[in-house]
């Protein structure tokens, strides 16, 4: 069974950055692809970032320059280093695991962003 357990989240001033976490546990041979989704009060979630097995990289057109999300493969952990952060930031930031046609989702973890 596939589990995904999220850190990193919190409050910062706008400017600041963070580093999100999410560690997956179980078998994740084969993924599809690992990242990051977002969803603010009132709104819909929305696609963040995610990496693919050869390592390449897709962002959300917003967070272009100012997010970059890797991968470790030995630990199977993927990060997302949030830089300057806007308050239009702020949401629940879930991980999501695509593999053998499935998603799994994490539990999230917030990001506040304060003006």
């Known amino acids: 069974q596939v589990q995904l357990v999220e850190s990193g989240g919190g409050l910062v001033q706008t400017g600041g950055s963070l580093r999100l976490a999410c560690q997956a546990s179980?078998?994740?041979?084969?993924?599809?692809?690992m990242g990051w989704y977002r969803q603010a009060p009132g709104k819909q979630r929305e696609f963040v970032a995610n990496?693919?097995?050869?390592?390449?990289?897709n962002y959300r057109d917003y967070v272009k320059g100012r997010f970059t999300i890797s991968r470790d493969s030995a630990k199977n952990t993927v990060y997302l280093q949030m830089n300057s952060l806007k308050p239009e930031d702020t949401a629940k930031y879930y991980c999501?695991?695509?593999?053998?046609?499935?998603?799994?989702w994490g539990q999230g973890t917030q990001v506040t962003i304060s003006s």
């Open positions: 999501n695991l695509y593999i053998r046609r499935t998603d799994y």
């Open positions: 179980g078998d994740i041979s084969g993924f599809t692809s």
């Open positions: 990496i693919i097995p050869s390592g390449d990289t």
